[in-house]
């Protein structure tokens, strides 16, 4: 059983938005804050936004403003709204644990966001 399944990507023009699900499971989902990472090509894997189960939540300034992070406890589900893309957002879309855990690393969604 894989632990996390991203879903959502595509590709959109700049300015429009799109929504990333995480379908996780529940042992995961119950005990840990989640993350959306993200990982552009010839770039390092970056943690995008968090959210802790008590619902707080935090954002890397490249995306503060713009990316809204929210779970839904009775779905085991982590969405990722992203709002006035921008060409610079183009990566692959993770979700994990935060801390993240290797184990917990899937195949990830593309987002492309085309100029």
């Known amino acids: 059983q894989v632990p996390l399944v991203e879903s959502g990507g595509g590709l959109v023009q700049a300015g429009g938005s799109l929504r990333l699900s995480c379908a996780a499971s529940?042992?995961?989902?119950?005990?840990?804050?989640m993350g959306w990472y993200r990982q552009a090509p010839g770039k390092q894997r970056e943690l995008v936004a968090v959210?802790?189960?008590?619902?707080?939540?935090n954002y890397a300034d490249s995306v503060k403003g713009r990316f809204t992070i929210s779970r839904d406890n009775a779905k085991n589900t982590v969405y990722l709204q992203m709002n006035s893309l921008k060409p610079e957002d183009t990566a692959v879309y993770y979700c994990?644990?935060?801390?993240?855990?290797?184990?917990?690393w899937g195949q990830g969604t593309q987002v492309t966001v085309s100029s």
């Open positions: 529940g042992s995961i989902f119950s005990i840990n804050a």
């Open positions: 959210i802790k189960k008590g619902g707080t939540t």
């Open positions: 994990n644990t935060d801390p993240h855990l290797r184990e917990y």
